[in-house]
């Protein structure tokens, strides 16, 4: 149910993510024990997700995909609602090695049912799956 007719009365789905946002943006600042685990978070996820970037900037993931946890949730619906972070460099934990993603190629739910034998074999740009002359894919 939702109205503008009256006063400070708001979509509850508008309210939560509001909450979530502003929760996990102070989870962030944060500078003692709570900030720290939120970097270890942070930096796991970007690990099981085999995400060459932080994920604060880069998610590739949207709505549609089903995550088991708020945090990836969270992360999915605010490309959507406009909210992006904005990140000190401390947090970045960047990998750079080539040009074109695995993750960009494939569509978000190919990628994520592929990310465990992706990140098995340590394949996470598409260079590493063509051959030297550039001709053949390696299997």
Not at 20 to 34: A, K, P, R, T
Not at 37 to 66: A, G
Request: hydrophobic fraction near 45%; glycine fraction near 2%.
């Amino acid at each position: 149910m939702q109205t503008r007719l009256l006063y400070k009365f708001h979509n509850l789905y508008d309210v939560k993510i509001q909450a979530m946002f502003s929760n996990l943006s102070i989870q962030l600042n944060d500078l003692g024990l709570v900030g720290l685990t939120t970097r270890i978070r942070v930096w796991q996820l970007q690990s099981d997700l085999f995400l060459h970037k932080c994920l604060l900037e880069y998610w590739p993931f949207n709505w549609s995909q089903s995550f088991h946890d708020c945090f990836s949730a969270l992360l999915s619906i605010l490309p959507t609602l406009n909210l992006s972070f904005s990140i000190n460099h401390s947090w970045k934990n960047d990998l750079q090695d080539g040009l074109i993603l695995i993750s960009s190629v494939l569509f978000s739910d190919q990628y994520l049912k592929t990310v465990k034998s992706l990140k098995y074999h340590n394949f996470m740009f598409v260079k590493q799956l063509i051959s030297q002359s550039g001709l053949y894919m390696i299997n």
